[in-house]
Nanobody, 124 residues
Framework: VQLQASGGGAVQAGGSLRLSCAAS????????MGWFRQAPGKEREFVAS????????YYADSVKGRFTISRDNAKNTLYLQMNSLQPEDTAVYYC??????????????????WGQGTEVTVSS
């Protein structure tokens, strides 16, 4: 599986962005998927994950209620809708795929594939 993230950009605080992660291959629907981010000078951190069928989701406390993860298996695409963006959301965002329970993606230990990252900058 190859992952291609897109949709990043520069927005003002309070704005919205939608990230996409396009996956190649015919096995996308067999993977749990996740979004992570890495701010300058900080370690990569978990943002959200979703089960292979899309029916279950899991969020980091810092984004709960503002971000929504979703997927369209027919289009082999993962999404992250980000609302009420704040300067602390500034980071490079990465998508990831793993054949493990979707909550376990948060540990990053058994991620099978990573996307290349898309940059999000939120100004105050």
């Amino acid at each position: 599986v190859q992952l291609q993230a897109s949709g990043g950009g520069a927005v003002q605080a309070g704005g919205s962005l939608r990230l996409s992660c396009a996956a190649s291959g015919r096995t996308f629907s067999s993977y749990a998927m996740g979004w992570f981010r890495q701010a300058p000078g900080k370690e990569r951190e978990f943002v959200a994950s979703i089960s292979w069928g899309g029916g279950s989701t899991y969020y980091a406390d810092s984004v709960k209620g503002r971000f929504t993860i979703s997927r369209d298996n027919a289009k082999n695409t993962l999404y992250l809708q980000m609302n009420s963006l704040q300067p602390e959301d500034t980071a490079v965002y990465y998508c990831a795929a793993a054949r493990i329970p979707f909550r376990d993606i948060a540990t990053m230990i058994k991620v099978d594939y990573w996307g290349q990252g898309t940059e999000v900058t939120v100004s105050s």
